[in-house]
């Protein structure tokens, strides 16, 4: 080969070399410095994920619907790390008071403004009853022995607590939705007399007497009081409406064993539970004016749910996600066995379920209520008598 060839082989070899190291080694505007082994020998393919949606995010096997969860379990708020005996909501935040001490407190519906109202110290405290306004309560209290409730009138004034004690023989007791009233049953051996007090236990008028006992009052609108026989799965339940303008009592469901059940806040609806067999529950609603039931969709118990404020149809319930072959309703009320619930919005006339809360909390819910405007579910997780809101309305 002649000096002239080779010298043009040279040429030819070094401008393709001198364009390789030019290609390789220059990096894509943006692109971090790999190096010019990771341009012949990739690790693997990578998409563009810059401009894709939300669920491309996920875990493997995670879904949307999982992601959906995610955010509703994000408004759900522990709003105490103590056990509370009762809450209620008054003047746009939460009064409850302290289960091991009895103090009353105030608190914002997203946990602000912490407040301690009364600090009159009274152990052992179970329950309370709110008046309208939350400015009384009665309080029921397990005596030194462990083995009796007393119960006791209370009116917050100041920094105080003040108050009288009822009646030994009462069994259960209510409060009025309009007014400053009360209502609690006296069971003397086997007859349960009904009376209507203010909550200084003063101006008492018996309403009813019954030839039985053994029932729970509520009372879910201003002319109405219903009494509904303790509910087990080894009875047949009742539940009965005291009509305060006549006086009359009226049947309204019957024969049910397990039977619980609650009166909308209109007094034209009833969500009630039962048990079918030894260890499945039915939840239904019964529009009273023709006899109307509705299947709830959901098993739960009533004692799980609560009618909404602002519209005749919504209705909110915790329902366990697995119920446990033990006899309901009887092993939950006695403490044998517990729920891990999650929390719906219902339709009452339609039907319609909406998840609002899957369970990632550990809770048991009881004693719902909501706010006026119905933003807010209150309840308490039984498990530990912690109090806890989920916020329904977005925004606020």
Known sequence: MSKKRI??????VAVVVIGLIFVFIKKPAGEENKGILSRFFPAGEKEEITSRPLA???????????????????????????????ATFANGKVRYIERATGHLYEIGPSGEEKNRISNTTIPRILEAVWSKNASSSVIRILDETGENLRNFAAAFTGSSTQGVFLPSNLTSVTASPAENKMFYLLKNNRQTSGLQADFENKN??????????????????????????????????????????T???????????????????????IIYSQSIGNQNLETNILIIADSQKI????????????????SANAVYCAAPRFIPNNS?????????????????????????????????????????FLDP?????????????????????AGD
């Open 7 to 12: 010298l043009i082989l040279i040429i030819i």
């Open 373 to 393: 405007e119905d933003k807010f579910l209150f309840f308490t997780n039984k498990k530990d008598n912690t109090l806890w809101r989920l916020r329904l309305a």
């Open 328 to 368: 309901l309703p009887d092993a939950w009320y006695q403490g044998i066995v517990s729920f891990s619930d999650g929390f719906w919005q219902i339709d009452s006339e339609s039907g319609t379920l909406k998840i609002l809360a899957g369970g990632a909390e550990d809770i048991d819910a009881i004693n719902l």
């Open 204 to 245: 008492r008028k018996e309403l009813i007497s019954l030839p039985f006992a053994e029932f729970l009052a509520d009372w879910p609108e201003k002319n109405s009081i219903t009494l509904l026989s303790k509910p087990s799965n080894l009875a047949e339940g009742f539940l009965f409406k005291l009509d305060l303008k």
């Open 295 to 310: 299947p709830l969709g959901i098993a739960t118990l009533a004692d799980k749910c609560v009618f909404a404020n602002g």
């Open 247 to 269: 006086l009359s009592l009226t049947k309204l469901l019957g024969n049910i064993k397990g039977l619980f059940a609650k009166m909308s806040p209109d007094g034209k609806k």
């Open 56 to 86: 491309t995010t996920t875990a493997p096997g995670q879904t949307p619907e999982d992601l959906q969860t995610q955010k509703q379990e994000a408004e759900l708020l522990k709003l105490t790390q103590e056990a509370i005996a009762g």
